[in-house]
Nanobody, 122 residues
């Protein structure tokens, strides 16, 4: 059973930093691209950052480029989202997403974590 557990959210002042973590289990993490999404209040869920299975490729949503870094530790089955220079508009529930595979050739199964709240406010 695929399981994604996010942690690290909370309340932070504008300009502050947070590091989100997502611990994965139930699939072969090192074969699986990972992403972070967010859903601001009253808005649609949107992609924030993507990282390939070996960490060699990353992509970011335009509004977070230069402020956010996605990374992964395949030995720990964990993906991270380091967020710096946070703004009130970064307030959202942040979700971990896995294109979960059990083998390099297997069909990816879309899987979501339960989300963690990030609130940027003074």
């Amino acid at each position: 059973q695929v399981r994604l557990v996010e942690s690290g959210g909370g309340l932070v002042q504008p300009g502050g930093s947070l590091r989100l973590s997502c611990a994965a289990s139930g699939f072969t993490f090192s074969y699986s691209p990972m992403s972070w999404y967010r859903q601001p209040p009253g808005k649609e869920r949107e992609l924030v950052a993507y990282i390939s299975s070996n960490g060699g490729s990353t992509n970011y949503e335009d509004s977070v480029k230069g402020r956010v870094t996605i990374s992964r530790e395949n030995g720990k089955n964990t993906v991270y989202l380091q967020m710096n220079s946070l703004k009130p508009e970064d307030t959202a529930v942040y979700y971990c997403y896995a294109a979960a595979r059990t083998a390099p050739w297997s069909t990816a199964r879309a899987s979501w974590g339960q989300g963690t709240q990030v609130t940027v406010s003074s």
